[in-house]
């Protein structure tokens, strides 16, 4: 059974840090791309950051890049994400999600897994 478990939100204010992790199970770990994904209340699930199987390839969404970065330990079976110089708009449920392809892909429908996600609430 596979399971994306995700920690690290929390309620911060604006400019604040924060690092998202996502523990996986279930799965090779190493054979999965691994995004983060977020939810803002009233709207669609968007795509924040991707992340290839080695963690040699990176892609960051325009509104999250220089602030946000992805990374992965294939060893702990973990991915990370940290967030600087947080905004208010960056406020949401953000998930982790893995994708048996292994390329770097942005729809919520190409990923296979998914997290219960995590809440970030950023005041300003």
């Known amino acids: 059974q596979v399971q994306l478990v995700e920690s690290g939100g929390g309620l911060v204010q604006a400019g604040d840090s924060l690092r998202l992790s996502c523990k996986a199970s279930?799965?090779?770990?190493?054979?999965?791309?691994m995004g983060w994904f977020r939810q803002a209340p009233g709207k669609e699930r968007e795509f924040v950051a991707a992340?290839?199987?080695?963690?040699?390839?990176?892609y960051h969404a325009d509104s999250v890049k220089g602030r946000f970065t992805i990374s992965r330990d294939n060893a702990k079976s973990t991915v990370l994400l940290q967030m600087n110089s947080l905004k208010p708009e960056d406020t949401a449920v953000y998930y982790c999600?893995?994708?048996?392809?292994?390329?770097?892909?942005?729809?919520?429908?190409?990923?296979?897994?998914w997290g219960q996600g995590t809440q970030v609430t950023v005041s300003s």
């Open positions: 992340i290839s199987r080695s963690g040699g390839i990176t």
């Open positions: 999600a893995a994708d048996r392809s292994g390329y770097i892909r942005r729809l919520t429908n190409e990923y296979d897994y």
């Open positions: 279930g799965l090779t770990f190493s054979m999965y791309t």
